[in-house]
């Protein structure tokens, strides 16, 4: 069955708490499976997600602070020993290949073949295309070298009933329309695609990590439908999100209101932190953005927006 979400393994920063894990979000999408930032613990999390090795095709580091990457001596071990056959691709940037090279080959275990390094460097990088989605990189701003994510699903049609129905065409000639573009009537007149369709927007996600606001994270969040951010400090705290390369509340929102995203996903939330400021970080973020907001919580599941319609 075609699934699209957002399962949140981890949802800390720097330091976990006992309500958080350090990161880990898998972006579970029509049977393929994006990890991003695996943080220690994120095996275990996997576990109690109800969740296995065999439903990664894709590790997705933005940077080598310990909070993003910790996790991944156990996974890359975890693939191994389960067996798991089909490629997994990992994405890190490539001025950390030495700390990959570290994390990868942490202790002693049995090697797997399956996994595909793909580092990335530059401004921005395209790291896949075409099907069932493209995945490009773009470098944002913090102390190390970090990159965002933008999965983002080719456009499509939909076809539309009432005109095949007006237009006679029908049964196979529906098919052979959506392969060729074009076909020939019943009653002899061409018929084209773009008769009896309306284009489909392909769904877009992005995920930004730890960053100061910079153009790459609003290149990043243009027009997505879901924009998994960190919000590490609140606003009161902004110089000092400068200063550590992050971002706040309030600045997550104003990125999702300029960006024009569908929803608002806040995540990577400080240990300063209690349960109790919880409702600050949407309250903040909601002076900017007027969209859904959800803030994560470990274990959450958060199901992609429905499709938007074409402008």
Known sequence: MSVRELVVLGSASAVPTRHRNHNGYLLRWDGHGVLFDPGEGTQRQMVMAGLAANDVDWICVTHFHGDHCLGVPGLVQRIARDGVAHPVHAVFPASGARYWERLRHATP?????????????GERAAVASGEPFSLVARRLSHPVEAYGY????????TMLPERLAELGVRGPLVRRLQEDGRVTAPDGRTV???????????????FVMDTRLCDGVFELADGVDMLVIESTFLDEEAALATEY???TAGQAGEVAARAGVGRLVLTHFSERYRPSDEPRFTE??????????????DLDRIPLPPRRTAH
């Open 150 to 157: 933008r999965l983002a699903e080719p456009d499509g049609v």
């Open 109 to 121: 275990h049995r090697e797997s073949d399956v996994i595909v390094e793909t580092p990335v460097g």
């Open 284 to 297: 903040q973020a909601a002076r900017h953005f007027a969209g859904e907001i959800t803030l994560v919580h």
């Open 192 to 206: 084209t695609l773009e008769e009896c369709s309306a284009r489909r927007p392909g769904q877009k996600v992005a």
């Open 245 to 247: 390369g992050h971002l």
